[in-house]
C-alpha cells in the first residue's frame, strides 16, 4: 500500500492566525525538529504582504535559515509575482499559489475573482516555469463559501482544468471553514482523480465543525494519499468566519497508524514537538493526542 504523504502547515497556516508574533528563530528551530519526524512537505512561511500578515513578516530570513534535509520540501504560499520573485530568490522546492472557488470569498481573502486569481497565476507560472520549483496551486472553498454556500462540483472541475492548463502541477482542495461532510468529500474525490488522473492531489481539511478526521479518512478511502495537516490543531483562514484550526497533524497520523495506515511519521518525536506549543505561543492547542496518548498506550493500575 502506498504510504501516506503528510503536509505539515502550521508554521504558516498556523502562525499567521495567532495573536502574538512567533520569534524568527523559534520559527526556524521548530521547522528544523520537524524535518526529522518523517513529515514529506513543510509549508514554511508565506511571502505576502507584512502589511496583510504580519506574523509572517520574517518570511525570507525563515526560509534561509532553515535546515534543508533529503526527502523534505519546503513550500511556500505565494500571493503575487512579487512574492513569488522573492521565494525563488530563497531557492524553495514548491510555491503554492492560492485562489477560491467562490467569487465572494475570493474578494474578501484575496480581493479577486476566481477569474481574475487565474490571470495573476498565468504571470506567476511564466516567470517559476524553468526554474525546477514546483508549482501547487490550492483551490479555498472547494466544499463550501461561507458567504455564498454550496459551491457547484462543476465549477470547482473547470477551475482544476483552467489550473492545469495554465502549467499548475499539483492542486490542493480546501475545506476552507469546515463545512464538507464524509459523503461530499469522497463523491468529490473519486470525481477527480478519475478526471484528472496523474495529477497529485492534497485534501486540506479543517476541523471547525469536528469533521476533519473523518473527512481525511473518506478522501483516503476514495483513493487520495496526500493530506495537509497543522502541529497541534493550530489555523484557520483570518478573512473567512469561523475557520478554525487544521486537522491536526498528529491526530491525523496517530488514526492512519492505529489503523496500520503508513505515514512515514514518527508519532512520538511529534509528540514531543507538538508538547512544546503552548509555551511557544501562549495558549492551549486543540489537538487530543498530544493529551491523552496513543491509543495503544498502557498504564499501570491504580
Known sequence: MTTL??????????????????????????IDALTTTGIARIEATSFVSPKAIPNLRDAADVVSAIQRREGVDVTVLVPNLKGAERALACGVDEI????????AHGRANLRMTPEESLTQFAAIIQAVRGSGVFINASLSTTFGCPFEGQVPEARVFTLIEQQLALGVEGITLCDTTGVANPAQVAALCRQVLERFPGVPFTLHFHNTRGMGLANALAAWQAGITRFDASLGGLGGCPFAPGATGNVCTEDLVHMFEQMGVATGV????LLDISATLPELIGHETPGQVVKAGSADRCYPLP
Open 5 to 30: 504523504q503528510i503536509n505539515e502547515v502550521a508554521p504558516r497556516d498556523g502562525f499567521q492566525s495567532e495573536e502574538r508574533f512567533i520569534p524568527t528563530e523559534q520559527k526556524i528551530a521548530l
Open 96 to 103: 503554492n499559489l492560492v485562489m477560491s472557488a467562490s467569487n
Open 266 to 269: 514518527n508519532l512520538p518525536a
